[in-house]
């Protein structure tokens, strides 16, 4: 018997639906690559980030401020399920700002989107400065500004995430195929066979998570493969005592107590390795955010890439030319992680991706893409 959906990319995009589905009781295929695969699973800081998301597209912000609040009971259930503690933290979260002028433009910009958007004056934000940041962030070196706090925002273990997608989804009976990387897929009156050196699968639908893959996966199926790498660079210290500070973009303290840095956006094609000026402008920053830091050792760095639109947020479409085939893309898979797994997989499910989301289709910036 064909399978429901066949997935294409078990990164934590494609985990989280497929659970979603999984959870409707739908059989789902999951087909991801190699362990040295492009991942921009690897590459984020475990963020669930809302302030300033969507300052391009308010509707990107309403689903990113929808999914941090369904997040606390996404995390209980899926550690209910598994076992495995995410290490989720709703504990807020601030923005660093180092000099006047780019504090005053983050306000005028939050001003802009969260008073302006009816649906989004439920976000909560005020800018802080530094004597008033030390409370939240002790030890705050004297070169930086303020930063905006927001209460929404919060922190979690990604790779944990992960692996409790994993685990979720075998429980529920997805049947997942690691180093099997999808050379093509093909539309038939009967549904979508993926091939690969692996052989080939065959389900009725067909969800595109493959990140960067959908360049040229996502064009025969008449959808949107303009998307692009943006490669991120990031540094982890040895470990410290807990220090009860809160998250911000630019690092943070993981649970096991080495600081995470990171915060950078590159235009470096495929190249997923690290450079010593950026090592070196990220340990700078660092050192200015807590200068007891300075005496850290780092203990790892690496470089992965992110999966960027042209606009910068998430694209969901369905197809017209090939009923049946999505295209997921995004670079925010933390945070909407919640999101993902239960009201997207729900609309694709019913096959009202385009109805609900159609403001996210590559129509947008793709002229072939009209779902």
Not at 176 to 205: K, L
Request: proline share 6%.
């Amino acid at each position: 018997m064909p399978q429901d959906f066949l997935i294409i990319g078990g990164g934590v995009v494609g985990m989280a639906v497929a659970y979603g589905l999984a959870r409707r009781g739908r059989s789902v295929t999951v087909l991801d690559g190699h362990d040295d695969s492009l991942r921009a699973s690897r590459g984020n800081a475990g963020l669930v980030w809302v302030q300033g998301k969507g300052l391009a597209m308010p509707r990107y912000a309403e689903l990113s401020l929808h999914s941090s609040m369904a997040w606390p009971e996404f995390a209980e259930e899926l550690t209910k399920r598994t076992g495995i503690d995410l290490e989720y933290e709703h504990c807020g979260g601030v923005d660093l700002c180092f000099d006047a002028k780019e504090a005053q433009a983050r306000q005028t910009e939050y001003r802009a989107l969260y008073a302006a958007t009816p649906s989004l004056t439920a976000v909560r934000w005020e800018y802080l400065d530094r004597e008033a940041l030390r409370e939240q962030l002790p030890g705050l070196g004297e070169r930086v500004h303020g930063g905006t706090f927001s209460p929404h925002d919060g922190q979690c273990n990604p790779l944990y995430l992960l692996r409790a997608l994993y685990a979720a989804c075998l429980t529920l009976g997805v049947d997942y195929h690691p180093a099997t990387p999808v050379t093509g897929i093909e539309a038939s009156t009967t549904g979508f066979t993926a091939h690969s050196p692996q052989g080939s699968f065959s389900a009725e639908r067909v969800i595109l998570a493959a990140g960067l893959g959908a360049r040229t996966l996502a064009p025969p199926l008449g959808l949107s493969g303009q998307v692009h790498p943006v490669r991120g660079q990031v540094l982890v210290t040895e470990r410290f005592p807990p220090s009860g500070r809160l998250p911000t973009p630019q690092l943070r303290q993981t649970a096991s107590g080495g600081y995470l840095i990171g915060d950078v956006l590159e235009d470096a094609g495929y190249d997923t390795g690290v450079t010593l000026e950026t090592i070196h402008r990220l340990g700078q920053r660092a050192v200015q955010i807590y200068p007891e830091l300075a005496q850290a050792r780092l203990v790892r760095s690496w470089g992965a890439l992110r999966v960027m639109t042209p606009d910068g947020s998430p694209l969901y479409e369905a197809s017209r030319s090939c009923p049946g085939a999505y295209n997921l893309s995004c670079h925010s898979g933390i945070t909407l992680a919640a999101f993902h797994a239960r009201e997207l997989a729900e609309a694709i499910d019913t096959d009202r991706l385009a109805t609900i989301h159609g403001d996210f289709s590559g129509a947008r910036f793709d002229v072939q893409a009209t779902g």
